[in-house]
C-alpha cells in the first residue's frame, strides 16, 4: 500500500493482520499522531469520513485502523465507497474482519471495490495453562499469547489486568538480564531476585538475543500503553493484543 486508499484485511488470523499493520505504519512513516484505531460499532459515516478525511497531523497520511469492521453499517461502507478517491489523498484505511462474511454484508458486496488481503488461519497450539500467556511470551508464540489474551477476556479480566501480567514478564526479563550483565551466577540471581535457580535459567535463555536496552524500551512502552487504554486513546482489546504481538515479535531481534 503506497499510498492511501480503503483496503479490507479478512480472515481468522489475527496475529499476521497485526504485523501487517506495523509494517504498514512502518513503511509509510506513520506518526503517533496520525494513527487512529476506531471501533466500528455505534460508527456513523460522519465521524468514520471525519478522521478519513482529515489532513494528517506531521505524516503523509494518517492511518486509520477500524476494529471490528464487519460491526459497520451499510451507511458507513456506502460513505467509504463514495469518497474513496478523496480519502486516497488523506488516509490508508484499514477494516479489520476476523470473521467470516454472510454474502448480504455489505463489506461481501463492496469487497471488489477496495484492495482485499485474505489472512488464513492457522494454528494456534495454546497451552490450557494458567501461565499459558507468559510460557507463549517467553517462547515468541505470537499466536499463542493471543489465544492465551481473549481466553482470560473470555474468562473476564480487564484488559489492564492482563497488560499488568505481560509488564510484569518483561520487568522480569529486565531484572535478569541487568544481573547477567553484571556477571552475577544464577544462584545470586535467584536469591535476589525470588526465583528459583530454573526460572533464573529459563529466563536467561528468552532473553539471550534481545539487548537490556531493547527490552526497557519495551517495558517503557507498556507502561505507556497502560496510560493510553486508562485514558481511551486506545481500545483496550486491540491494544493489548498488538502488545503481545510486538513483545513476541522482539524476542527475534538480536542483542
Do not use: N
Request: neutral net charge.
Amino acid at each position: 500500500m503506497a499510498d492511501g486508499g480503503v483496503r479490507l484485511f479478512s480472515g481468522p488470523d489475527r496475529p499476521h493482520k497485526l504485523e501487517r499493520v506495523r509494517e504498514l505504519t512502518r513503511t509509510l512513516g506513520i506518526q503517533p499522531l496520525d494513527h487512529h484505531t476506531l471501533d466500528a460499532a455505534g460508527l456513523r459515516p460522519a465521524e468514520l469520513l471525519a478522521v478519513c478525511r482529515q489532513r494528517p497531523a506531521v505524516s503523509c497520511l494518517r492511518l486509520v485502523i477500524v476494529d471490528e469492521a464487519h460491526r459497520l453499517g451499510g451507511d458507513c461502507v456506502s460513505a467509504l465507497l463514495e469518497h474513496a478517491g478523496a480519502i486516497c489523498e488523506t488516509a490508508a484505511v484499514i477494516l479489520l474482519v476476523d470473521t467470516e462474511l454472510s454474502a448480504r454484508h455489505p463489506l461481501a458486496h463492496a469487497a471488489g471495490g477496495m484492495t482485499t488481503e485474505r489472512f488464513a488461519d492457522r494454528p494456534a497450539g495454546v497451552p490450557s495453562r494458567p501461565f499459558a500467556l507468559t510460557d507463549a511470551l517467553g517462547a515468541g508464540d505470537a499466536p499463542g499469547a493471543l489465544a492465551a489474551v481473549r481466553e482470560q477476556l473470555l474468562s473476564g479480566r480487564e484488559p489492564t489486568e492482563i497488560l499488568a501480567l505481560v509488564a510484569w514478564q518483561v520487568q522480569r526479563w529486565v531484572a535478569v538480564k541487568r544481573w547477567t550483565a553484571s556477571g552475577a551466577t544464577d544462584e545470586r540471581i535467584s536469591a535476589s531476585a525470588g526465583m528459583k535457580p530454573w526460572q533464573v535459567g529459563r529466563i536467561r535463555a528468552e532473553v539471550s538475543q534481545r539487548s537490556l536496552a531493547s527490552l526497557q524500551d519495551t517495558l517503557q512502552r507498556c507502561w505507556r500503553l497502560d496510560a493510553d487504554m486508562k485514558s481511551g486513546r486506545a481500545i483496550p482489546e486491540l491494544a493489548i493484543e498488538q502488545c503481545v504481538v510486538d513483545v513476541c515479535g522482539g524476542l527475534s531481534r538480536p542483542a
